[in-house]
């Protein structure tokens, strides 16, 4: 997703309806481009953090296993090589495809919940880190990768989307 310029235009229409619903469900772009500021500007990475919890003023992200330093890595190393082989998941005959395996597995069955401080100004929303296509394919989610990794520049992109005539 965070290569968005290199997208079909049904690709890109179907990323920006859904990080449009998921800014909605958060309060609206801003308050949504806000939380995704707040996340690249806090170090260490707040996937890391111990009390599996991430707040800021507007509202918090909760997850309910620790991810360590290691499986953090090893996710930003292979989001970058999804985008050229089109799955998250590398060869079976690669060296890397059971640390790969271990990390999809461990990171699968979390759940992130985002929610607003003040439930008036937003219902918040839950998100998995990837969607498994099959026993050989995991892609990363979208949203999850717009949330905790895409430059914000290109998440204002994906939100401003406006298909062509």
């Known amino acids: 997703m965070c290569d968005f310029n290199n997208l ?32 690249r500007q806090t170090k ?25 330093k290691d499986k953090l890595t090893l996710l930003m190393q292979e989001r970058i090589h999804e985008s050229k082989r089109g799955n998250f998941l590398p060869p079976k005959e690669e060296k890397s495809y059971k640390n790969v395996l271990n990390l999809v597995r461990t ?3 979390i759940e992130f919940r ?20 099959d026993e050989n394919t995991t892609k990363l989610n979208p949203l999850f990768d717009a949330l905790f990794f895409c430059a914000i520049d290109t998440v204002k992109k994906v939100l401003s989307y406006k298909p062509r005539a």
């Open 44 to 68: 260490p990475h707040p996937l890391i953090a111990k009390e599996c919890e991430f707040r800021l003023s507007l509202g918090t992200i909760k997850w309910q296993k620790v991810i360590f």
């Open 114 to 133: 985002v929610q607003r401080k003040n439930r008036q100004d937003g219902e918040g929303f839950s998100i998995h880190a990837f969607d498994i296509i």
């Open 8 to 39: 079909d235009d049904s690709a890109k229409q179907a990323y920006h309806e859904q990080l449009s619903k998921h800014a909605q469900a958060f309060g609206g772009n801003n308050a949504f481009l806000q939380l995704i500021e707040a996340i």
């Open 107 to 109: 990171l699968k069955p």
